[in-house]
């Protein structure tokens, strides 16, 4: 597989008006450099197929990578199906992230079963592999089944699959299974250095990748003032997940943040700077290629960079592929 796309840093598409914005943000995306573009698919946002068709057939080279779609909403057949289609549009540069997304939106919300979700991700790891590899598949498991299936045009290249997983037995999961690990946001390199750990037993060239808030300004105070309140959501978001845990975050302190988010108020004030130093890069630009290090020496193999809402986007591009992304190629090479 060709993983020389995480030799550069890669964005992620974010913020509102992402649909209307998506050909402009690739383009100026491949423009900058970075050697990949991911598109999150958050329920009820804009869908990852869409967005990433629209980049896709707007770009040439940047990879388009789905972090991460899961099996639940679309049955596996589908996701190989659709996958197969945006491969077709972007041969040789698409990455699948698969996960298992979360019992609210899945069984709360749109009443679909998730009582075994690592059951579910491995048989559809399994189905969806096959599939894309050219096989006619027939597989009858507890979760998802086949039968007799193919797909009319699997792609012509290999799509790498990762797995979007936290907790110990979902990692070593995707040590078994795929061919990498995608890192939810607030991704300390306490947790890339604990994902790295769990999944030793890969075979092959094993990657892990993240995403991390970055924000870069010629003013310190201002990158991180953008930064506070995204950081404050997800710490609400996460709340009690391992991933807080390994950045030194325990229940305790993410406490007051779960509050702030249950009541409709995002906490930024709260946010010091030793938890923004934590789980995100936010600064000069000379601050941001230090921090880099941290990640980088952690075990990361690329870091996707998501950028704040008070910060201007496309500016932002500009300058992680510019004051960035090359030093992120230097610590890979060496």
Known sequence: ?????????????????????????????????????WVIEDYFQPGAYALGAAAAAATERITIGLG????????????????????????????????????????????IPFKTPLRGLREGTA????????????????????????????????????????????????AEVADGVHCSILASPAHVRRVRASTSSARGDFKVIAYVPVALSHHRDEARAWMRPMVARYLGALHGQSILDDAGLGTARTQPF??????????????????????????????????????AQAGLDSLVAVVPEAAEYAGQIERIGRDLSPAWKELRCR
């Open 68 to 111: 991460v779609v899961n099996p639940y909403t679309r049955h596996p057949a589908l996701v190989a199906m659709e996958t197969a289609a945006l491969a077709g549009i972007a041969p040789g540069r698409v990455v699948l992230g698969l996960g298992s997304s979360n019992r609210k939106w899945i069984e709360a919300q749109m009443a």
């Open 1 to 37: 597989m060709d993983w020389r796309w995480t030799d550069s840093l890669g964005v992620a598409l974010s913020g509102h008006g992402v649909p209307g914005r998506t050909v402009e943000w690739a383009r100026a995306a491949e423009r900058a450099g970075l050697g990949s573009l």
């Open 258 to 295: 779960r509050d702030a988010l249950t009541a409709g108020r995002v906490a930024g004030e709260l946010v010091t700077d030793e938890i923004l130093d934590a789980v995100a890069i936010a600064g000069t630009a000379a601050e941001c290629r230090r921090a880099l290090v941290r990640w």
């Open 127 to 174: 189905i969806v592999r096959r599939l894309l590899d050219g096989q006619r598949v027939t597989y009858a498991g507890e979760v998802f089944s086949v039968h007799e299936t193919e797909l009319e045009t699997p792609p012509v290249a290999p799509v790498p699959i990762l797995l979007g997983v936290k907790g110990a037995r979902a990692l070593a999961l995707a």
